[in-house]
């Protein structure tokens, strides 16, 4: 197996997993601290506005290659056995039934809310 065939395989996983947090969110056996932190990953996930933008140079492709992977992979972890199997099955399921990656506005809005913030306080802070 080469080293492209190998990450490929980790890309196909980690979008898997992502979907498995999807429907985690709704189990109804999933611990709320998993459910908080998965429904926070999946909707930085499917934002279609980053929190670090890809315009900037290292800084804006390092979110989507270091903190996403770890947070899903931390929010996978926290989910006990019989939730994360149900929850893969579904992923798997849905994944083969429908082709379109779904997307989240309000982790765009949380996301824009944060930068209006930070750009809000930076400006108290120099005035």
């Given at each position: 197996m080469t080293v492209m065939d190998t990450l490929k395989a980790w890309a196909s996983q980690l979008k898997r997993d992502g979907i498995t947090l999807w429907f985690a969110g709704r189990h109804p056996l999933t611990p709320w601290h998993a459910r908080a932190l998965g429904i926070f990953v999946v909707a930085y996930a499917l934002s279609p506005i980053d929190l670090i933008?890809?315009?900037?140079?290292?800084?804006?492709?390092?979110?989507?290659?270091?903190?996403?992977?770890?947070?899903?992979?931390?929010?996978?972890?926290?989910?006990?056995?019989?939730?994360?199997?149900?929850?893969?099955?579904?992923?798997?399921?849905?994944?083969?039934?429908?082709?379109?990656?779904?997307?989240?506005?309000?982790?765009?809005?949380?996301?824009?809310?944060?930068?209006t913030g930070v750009c809000v306080g930076l400006w108290m802070w120099l005035a």
């Open positions: 933008p890809d315009f900037i140079p290292v800084l804006g492709y390092l979110d989507d290659v270091l903190l996403l992977p770890g947070l899903i992979w931390l929010a996978i972890r926290l989910l006990p056995p019989v939730v994360l199997a149900d929850c893969r099955r579904q992923a798997d399921e849905w994944a083969t039934s429908r082709h379109a990656r779904p997307v989240s506005w309000m982790g765009a809005v949380v996301i824009v809310l944060m930068w």
